[in-house]
């Protein structure tokens, strides 16, 4: 099955700095990589994803690079705000409909003001 | 559009008890997926479902867990017996079509804890 590494497991950044969560994944058949933000207590939301047809996406200050070739790809948020502060997932389908995601450990990401 | 709801937002069970967990999803979507996630981890497949029909369980526990999605009505994870080890989130995500081409959306998940 699929193999999903994510790192760093934990991250403090001062607000302003960027942030970099990077994932690893292990099926080469893989096309959509989501990152998901989990507030302590609630659901994780999607924030942004990226299809295996480009290499990088943008939404305002968050954006997803992907290297297909190197199977991985990360999430980068600059300009970082103490609402940033949460746990991130990266996701890879898996499973023979894709339908399934693997999920990565998380990050818990600490913006200090 | 609602979303996906999910009900009850927290539920306590002693070990032992049944729970029994419901996830509407949201309107026009007729595959529901089923995930947990323990205290400080990612989360896991469970089960997919679409109406009245059970299309992969391959990451439910092999005994006491099951689950439907009746014709009528919200999908159901029931727990039986349940231990300590159960303790968790479980969230539940819907989709229109097989592959969630826009990525799942979660609902607010239900908390359960055993005593």
């Known amino acids: 099955g699929e193999n999903v590494e994510q790192h760093p497991s934990t991250l403090s950044v001062q607000e302003g700095d960027s942030a970099v969560i990077k994932c690893t994944y292990s099926?080469?058949?893989?096309?959509?990589f989501p990152w998901y933000k989990q507030e302590l207590g609630k659901r994780p939301q999607l924030i942004i994803d990226i299809r295996s047809n480009v290499g990088e996406k943008k939404d305002q200050r968050i954006a997803v690079t992907l290297n297909k070739t190197a199977k991985h790809f990360s999430l980068h948020i600059t300009e970082t705000q103490p609402e940033d502060s949460a746990v991130y997932f990266c996701a890879v389908p898996s499973g023979a409909g894709s339908y399934q995601l693997t999920f990565g450990k998380g990050t818990k990401l600490s913006v200090i003001p | 559009n609602a979303g996906v709801m999910q009900n009850p937002r927290h539920l306590v069970r002693r070990r032992g008890q049944e729970a029994r967990l419901r996830c509407s999803p949201m309107?026009?979507?007729?595959?529901v997926y089923w995930y947990r996630q323990l205290p400080e981890e990612g989360l896991k497949f469970m089960v997919y479902?679409?109406?009245?029909?059970?299309?992969?369980e391959s990451g439910m526990p092999k005994e006491r867990f099951s689950a439907e999605f009746p014709k009528e009505g919200p999908s159901i994870l029931r727990i039986q017996q349940v231990v300590r080890g159960d303790s968790a989130a479980y969230f539940c995500?819907?989709?229109?079509?097989?592959?969630?081409?826009?990525?799942?959306?979660f609902g607010s998940g239900t908390r359960l804890t055993v005593v």
């Open positions: 099926d080469s058949a893989s096309n959509y």
């Open positions: 309107k026009g979507h007729s595959h």
């Open positions: 479902l679409q109406k009245e029909n059970i299309i992969d």
């Open positions: 995500a819907s989709s229109p079509g097989t592959v969630p081409s826009n990525g799942y959306t």
